[in-house]
């Protein structure tokens, strides 16, 4: 049996469709109760058909995403949960679910505590009522101020996430927004750049010119006081949009970033599977009534090479302050000697991207991630 796994569950209803958002979801208000109370049975036995597929020794790690996954109903999320207790130790893992601010109360929030649920991610983007205007939030910054501090005292291990690059933002806005965030002591932030992500609404008005992306030179600024402001308050960063106090990491998230196994439950959906010695990448389908079909399991399912793999690792890797750890492990050495080269990586090293004896980018490398993925995987 593969080792520890990691699960997420797709929640695919969200109050309304935000703007900048290219997850698959679709607003509330286009699917009636009864149809919500199908896509909780679907997700259940989605879940239990995929699990019955593989086989894992246990469960590192439980992840309720969406949409927004805080409109799910108790007695669904305890249906779930219920299931996973019967087969595996759910006693120590970290269980997190994301949550907009609009749709819980403390009551909501006591009961997924008291269903398991020991970490919370709390989608505020911001507390500012133009920015939230601008972002097409369902909440003011009044409400985003009561709801985090509803989750405060709910639960010791939380996270808020913060949007920065908004047009017309200032850095005093940006500072604002911080600082009310920890005035609750909060231990894991995100903090993520605007982007202009193909269908949706932000990009169509970006090429229309209906909107202005900030330039590189502001983008900078902002991500250098967004990592020296949290540093201070000992909130270092461990990923290039993650900060957290020390053992207040996304334990879940980790699992992506050190390429470990993850199975995705729930429409559009994906996975990185170890099925008879082989990296599977697997997805669901992304079509809501397709999904529900359930034939066949996964929409999508392709054995990855060494060589895809080794891309993949030195994405997801170097993203984090740690670097890639445990490449022998996981690459045989003559793909890992093939592509990555002692004169690419002391190139890297000479210009001041790389850190010398590691396998890990600099604060200046990991602004151009891409491109050095790109340049050490190309022939």
């Known amino acids: 049996m593969n080792g520890a796994l990691a699960l997420y569950l797709h929640w695919p209803i969200c109050l309304s469709k935000c703007p900048y958002c290219a997850f698959t979801s679709y607003p509330v208000c286009s699917v009636n109760e009864a149809r919500q109370k199908e896509i909780g049975v679907l997700l259940l036995r989605d879940l239990q058909l995929s699990m019955e597929r593989i086989s894992y020794s246990s469960i590192g790690s439980i992840f309720f995403g969406g949409g927004t996954p805080s409109l799910m109903s108790p007695s669904t999320i305890g249906a779930i949960l219920n299931y996973l207790d019967k087969h595996y130790d759910l006693s120590d893992i970290e269980i997190s679910i994301e949550a907009n601010p609009a749709t819980f109360s403390r009551e909501y929030l006591s009961e997924l505590k008291s269903l398991g649920v020991n970490r919370l991610s709390l989608g505020i983007q911001s507390f500012q009522d133009s920015e939230l205007r601008f972002l097409g939030r369902p909440y003011d910054g009044y409400q985003a101020l009561q709801a ?79 990592e020296d402001f949290l540093a201070s308050y000992d909130r270092p960063k461990y990923e290039i949009s993650n900060f957290a106090a020390s053992g207040a990491e996304c334990y879940h998230n ?36 397709q999904w529900g079909a359930l034939n066949p399991l996964w929409d999508e399912d392709v054995v990855l090479t060494e060589l895809d793999q080794l891309e993949e690792i030195l994405l997801m890797g170097l993203r984090t302050t740690e670097g890639v750890i445990d490449l022998d492990k996981k690459i045989s050495p003559d793909i890992v000697e093939s592509i990555l080269s002692q004169d690419k990586l002391n190139f890297l090293r000479a ?23 790109e340049f050490l995987c190309c022939d």
């Open 148 to 226: 985090a501090h509803m989750v405060s005292e709910v639960f010791s291990n939380y996270s808020f996430d913060f949007i920065y690059g908004i047009e017309d933002q200032s850095l005093s806005s940006v500072q604002d927004n911080l600082t009310q965030a920890m005035q609750f002591g909060v231990p894991h932030l995100s903090c993520y750049q605007l982007t202009f992500e193909e269908n949706t609404e932000f990009f169509r008005k970006k090429q229309t010119g209906k909107i202005r992306p900030i330039d590189i030179e502001t983008e900078a600024t902002y991500y250098k006081f967004i």
């Open 254 to 289: 980790l699992t992506y970033w050190r390429y470990g196994d993850y199975l995705g439950v729930g429409v559009s959906a994906h996975s990185r599977l170890t099925i008879d010695g082989a990296k599977h990448a697997l997805a669901k389908s992304s079509d809501l009534f």
């Open 351 to 373: 210009q001041g991207l790389l850190k010398p004896d590691q396998l890990c980018l600099t604060d200046a490398g990991m602004i151009k991630l891409d491109s050095i993925v």
